[in-house]
């Protein structure tokens, strides 16, 4: 018996090419992270920090008054801090949620049946991506007028359990499933269900965790002033918002309430990041 020797492919690019593309890299990385920086520096400068002029990149005496002052400033409110906390993370974890399972039945669908009408369906979702938030809104706000959904937290989660985005990365993904091992697992018994939750949403895994990103980003940062009119039901960044119109005196205010509206999408990335470059070089089977 003979073996084979395969022969390991190198790189077309010299060792001067790597050190351009890393140092290059590297540039580009800094550019994009300098204004999260220096958002974190100025939640911790003080007042007279954050009006100095030349203003100063880095914070030099670091002090935690800008959120103990926004911790007051929330809790002599009308509504406590803590209600605002909670509709925006009872608004985000179920749309969240909510998206991934009507996006992926969707999209799972949409790749793998042929019926009349499906090209044309997925064209109106193309279409959709194309069109702005701000665009959308006054028929948003029709329809949630029409069912009796203003006011209400339907009127934030509806909304986001629809997004063109998603249903489209999802297809894409799933039309790179062979239907050979949906079909195999079908003729082992498999029912619909069990084939769609064992097969074949661990194998785009890539597709629902940066699904998760842009759902959560979405839902996090809305505002709903325009579909919510109680102050019981408004979101964190709203709250957030009026805070920072507050005037000169709840600068530092506004700083630290932008770095926690901020930190939630930027951990949720952070963590989700890796698996998602893992699961892209690893996965992705074809015929």
Known sequence: MKFIKIKKRKPNRSLGGDIFIYILLILFGAFFVLPLVYSI??????????????????????????????????????????????????????????????????????????????????????????FNAYVLMIPTYLVLTGLGWVDTYLALIAPGLALPMGLFLMKQFMEQIPDALIEAAKIDGAKEGRTFIQIVMPNVKPAWLTVTIFSVQNLWNQKGQVYIYSEEYKMLPYALQQIMQGGVSRAGVGSAATMIVMMVPIIIFVLAESNILETMASSGIKE
């Open 41 to 130: 520096s100025s939640a911790f400068k003080p007042l007279d920090e954050i009006y100095l002029y030349p203003p100063r990149f880095f914070v030099n005496n670091p002090t935690f008054n800008n959120f103990q002052d926004l911790l007051v400033v929330m809790s002599s409110s009308y509504v406590p801090f803590t209600r605002y906390v909670f509709n925006t993370v009872l608004v985000t974890l179920v749309g969240t949620v909510g998206h991934l399972i009507i996006g992926s039945m969707a999209a799972y669908v949409l790749a793998k049946y042929d019926f009349p009408g499906s090209r044309t369906i997925f064209k109106i979702i193309q279409a959709a991506i194309m």
